[in-house]
């Protein structure tokens, strides 16, 4: 189990927290929809969330665990194209809109941090550990492309 916040320093915490908003979703709320715009990373702070693609469960996120990077990277796949990964590892593209590639419910009540992407890549990279969790899972929630149909499903 990963933890995000495990790997921070207080100072990183408390400026991570000041940046962003903490946000309450009752068990079944939507947070986003794929497809829908958004420039922001989501950090579990209570409960546990599920994703989908195309009304497919793909992954379940629980407290510590971070998602809606996915969205922020410099290139998306398009219908039968893969991933173009040469500007992932420049960082999360800060100040640029992405459209979301999963749709995000509450799977119980939860309670998320939501940090603008400028700050959260700011301060996320300042630290080894929690910028190489960040790089790391995304790599491999990419690199999770299954074909259902004619249809790419991307685990997130």
């Not at 495990?6 to 962003?20: M, R």
């Not at 941090?113 to 959260?120: I, S």
């Not at 960040?134 to 259902?148: A, G, V």
């Amino acid at each position: 189990r990963e933890s995000l916040m495990e790997d921070l320093t207080q100072e990183q915490k408390a400026q991570l927290l000041s940046s962003g908003a903490v946000r309450h979703y009752a068990a079944g709320q939507r947070v986003y929809a794929e497809g829908e715009e958004g420039d922001s990373l989501f950090v579990v702070l209570g409960g546990s969330a599920v994703s989908s693609v195309h009304q497919v469960t793909m992954d379940k996120m629980e407290e510590g665990s971070f998602f809606g990077e996915a969205g922020l990277t410099e290139q998306q796949p398009q219908h039968g194209q893969g991933w173009d990964l040469s500007k992932w590892f420049e960082g999360l593209d800060a100040g640029r809109r992405r459209k979301r590639v999963s749709t995000v419910h509450a799977y119980t009540d939860l309670r998320v941090l939501e940090v603008p992407l400028e700050p959260a890549e700011r301060i996320l990279k300042s630290n080894r550990d929690a910028w190489a969790m960040i790089t790391t899972k995304s790599s491999l929630r990419i690199h999770k492309i299954h074909s259902i149909g004619d249809q790419n499903i991307f685990v997130f």
